[in-house]
């Protein structure tokens, strides 16, 4: 076990030194900035900072001092010391990859006080002085050696900074004519005025006109300039929605006030809906804070039991949306409990199925590998752990859940006890639809939305 020793106000000597030394990192300053409330763009803001004196992002004057205090506290003279006075002088900035060696020199000691005058200097990789200083202590007298107490995992996550990117990604694009199905509450209402404002939808409201117009009162929405397709109560407003598809009205749909299977059973209906060859399913697009990039779980809301069958079209609607979102080759991880093909499993069998499909082109436009356990398909030390081989494995754009209560139970738990921001979207009809849920707050509407255009439009390019 690694221990922490201090040096004793009769141990030290003068002339004695001790050092530690770091580089910063973007990480260091954003810890720094949440720790301190300095929100300086000197330190953050990339494009301010170049039209700065420095012309590039800074690290806080007072990060080294911080180190200088590191030093003295655990170093030299280390645990028991009394801090009295800290005079800083600081010379060059530090910026993001510059290297400190941070030092502190005994000049002066005071015995009838156990006091301790220290020169501190903080130098850089090309040998520049950064800070110079004085420090005045109460040496502990005391010997103290404790174990190095272990400090927490850091994750540092800028809540929706992922779907922001989504967002403007679609500045170029136009808008989508979308259907809002019964849009008859102050949240579905806002938030498809909301993704209006931003132009990523061009808004429909299909549903009861008064019950649109008191949900507008509520929200405090201006309506004018939006179309409204009044409909007598729900069933009929989802009737008419698909049937503005069919009539090639609008490009999307996104649920409001109703039911999932109210709106999906107009959407399948097999007189009037507007289903394809291909089977619906439900991708979701979460940004995990603990993840990498932008990860997709399919399917946890349309398909209970898919069948092998399913699970093909399953796949291949989730390749093409992470195409659409720019994803060229995107990793494909086929879950089950095991990474090996077990009979008395059966998604083991069907993923190694799927697998061959794979191999003969019966699904296209990404590396598909499975069976694979989650945390398999997620994390690059269990594939080291297991010694695992596959392109897949640790690096997983997407997720293929076994059945639709192992999707829902992964995505669930990333949202609540990952902190993932989610949004998604149901493909293999003939418009994407949205399937926004009271629990999802405005951003994940947004994205939602943006994600829809980035498919209508991109797809429609490319067959283009």
Same mark, same amino acid.
């Given at each position: 076990?690694?221990?922490?020793?201090?040096?004793?106000?009769?141990?030290?000597?003068?002339?004695?030194?001790?050092?530690?030394?770091?580089? @910063?990192?973007?990480?260091?300053?954003?810890?720094?900035?949440?720790?301190?409330?300095?929100?300086?763009?000197?330190?953050?803001?990339?494009?301010?900072?170049?039209?700065?004196?420095?012309?590039?992002?800074?690290?806080?004057? &007072?990060?080294?001092?911080?180190?200088?205090?590191?030093?003295?506290?655990?170093? /030299?003279?280390?645990?028991?010391?009394?801090?009295?006075?800290?005079?800083?002088?600081?010379?060059? %900035?530090?910026?993001?990859?510059?290297?400190?060696?941070?030092?502190?020199?005994?000049?002066?000691?005071?015995?009838?006080? $156990?006091?301790?005058?220290?020169?501190?200097?903080?130098?850089?990789?090309?040998?520049?002085?950064?800070?110079?200083?004085?420090?005045?202590?109460?040496?502990?007298?005391?010997?103290?050696?404790?174990?190095?107490?272990?400090? %927490?995992?850091?994750?540092?996550?800028?809540?929706?900074?992922?779907?922001?990117?989504?967002?403007?990604?679609?500045?170029?694009?136009?808008?989508?004519?979308?259907?809002?199905?019964?849009?008859?509450?102050?949240?579905?209402?806002?938030?498809?005025?909301?993704?209006?404002?931003?132009? /990523?939808?061009?808004?429909?409201?299909?549903?009861?006109?008064?019950?649109?117009?008191?949900?507008?009162?509520?929200?405090?929405?201006?309506?004018?300039?939006?179309?409204?397709?009044?409909?007598?109560?729900?069933?009929?407003?989802?009737?008419?929605?698909?049937?503005?598809?069919?009539?090639?009205?609008?490009?999307?749909? &996104?649920?409001?006030?109703?039911?999932?299977?109210?709106?999906?059973?107009?959407?399948?209906?097999?007189?009037?809906?507007?289903?394809?060859?291909?089977? /619906?399913?439900?991708?979701?697009?979460?940004?995990?804070?603990?993840? %990498?990039? %932008?990860?997709?779980?399919?399917?946890?809301?349309?398909?209970?039991?898919?069948?092998?069958?399913?699970?093909?079209?399953?796949?291949?609607?989730?390749?093409?949306?992470?195409?659409?979102?720019?994803?060229?080759?995107?990793?494909?991880?086929?879950?089950?409990?095991?990474?090996?093909?077990?009979?008395?499993?059966?998604?083991?069998?069907?993923?190694?199925?799927?697998?061959? &499909?794979?191999?003969?082109?019966?699904?296209?436009?990404?590396?598909?590998?499975?069976?694979?356990?989650?945390?398999?398909?997620?994390?690059?030390?269990?594939?080291?752990?297991?010694?695992?081989?596959?392109?897949?494995?640790?690096?997983?754009?997407?997720?293929?859940?076994?059945?639709?209560?192992?999707?829902?139970?992964?995505? $669930?738990?990333?949202?609540?006890?990952?902190?993932?921001?989610?949004?998604?979207?149901? /493909?293999?009809?003939?418009?994407?639809? &949205?399937?926004?849920?009271?629990?999802?707050?405005?951003?994940?509407? @947004?994205?939602?939305?943006?994600?829809?255009?980035?498919?209508?439009?991109?797809?429609?390019?490319?067959?283009?």
């Amino acid at each position: 076990m690694h221990h922490i020793e201090n040096t004793t106000f009769d141990e030290i000597e003068i002339g004695q030194s001790a050092q530690l030394v770091r580089t @910063l990192r973007r990480e260091d300053i954003e810890l720094f900035a949440i720790m301190s409330g300095d929100v300086n763009p000197a330190h953050l803001d990339e494009e301010f900072a170049q039209s700065g004196r420095f012309q590039r992002v800074i690290g806080q004057g &007072m990060w080294g001092g911080a180190l200088i205090s590191a030093v003295l506290g655990t170093e /030299l003279p280390g645990p028991g010391t009394l801090y009295l006075n800290q005079s800083l002088s600081f010379r060059r %900035p530090v910026g993001i990859g510059d290297t400190l060696t941070v030092r502190v020199t005994v000049r002066e000691k005071h015995p009838e006080k $156990k006091r301790v005058i220290l020169d501190c200097e903080c130098v850089n990789q090309a040998g520049e002085t950064v800070i110079l200083g004085e420090a005045e202590v109460i040496a502990p007298t005391k010997k103290v050696r404790r174990p190095k107490v272990s400090l %927490p995992r850091v994750y540092l996550h800028e809540p929706g900074a992922r779907y922001k990117a989504l967002i403007d990604a679609t500045k170029d694009l136009e808008p989508v004519r979308t259907a809002i199905v019964h849009p008859c509450d102050a949240l579905s209402l806002s938030g498809a005025l909301e993704a209006s404002s931003q132009g /990523l939808i061009i808004p429909i409201l299909v549903g009861p006109r008064a019950k649109i117009e008191a949900a507008a009162v509520e929200a405090e929405c201006d309506l004018d300039g939006i179309e409204i397709v009044d409909t007598p109560h729900s069933h009929a407003a989802a009737e008419m929605a698909v049937s503005l598809v069919r009539q090639a009205k609008v490009e999307a749909l &996104m649920k409001g006030k109703l039911h999932t299977d109210e709106l999906l059973a107009a959407v399948v209906n097999s007189a009037h809906g507007i289903r394809t060859e291909r089977r /619906l399913s439900h991708v979701y697009a979460l940004d995990v804070p603990h993840y %990498p990039k %932008p990860l997709f779980i399919t399917d946890a809301a349309i398909n209970i039991y898919p069948t092998l069958d399913d699970k093909r079209d399953i796949v291949q609607n989730a390749i093409n949306l992470a195409h659409a979102l720019g994803i060229d080759l995107p990793k494909v991880a086929l879950l089950s409990a095991v990474e090996t093909v077990t009979p008395k499993i059966n998604s083991t069998v069907e993923a190694a199925a799927l697998c061959k &499909m794979a191999d003969r082109g019966q699904i296209s436009g990404g590396i598909i590998d499975g069976p694979l356990a989650f945390d398999n398909a997620v994390s690059p030390e269990a594939v080291k752990t297991k010694g695992l081989s596959s392109p897949v494995a640790g690096d997983a754009d997407i997720l293929v859940a076994p059945d639709l209560e192992a999707g829902n139970m992964i995505a $669930k738990q990333l949202i609540y006890l990952a902190g993932a921001d989610a949004a998604g979207v149901v /493909l293999g009809a003939r418009v994407p639809i &949205m399937l926004t849920s009271r629990a999802d707050n405005t951003l994940s509407r @947004l994205a939602s939305a943006a994600i829809v255009q980035l498919f209508v439009r991109r797809s429609s390019h490319a067959m283009g």
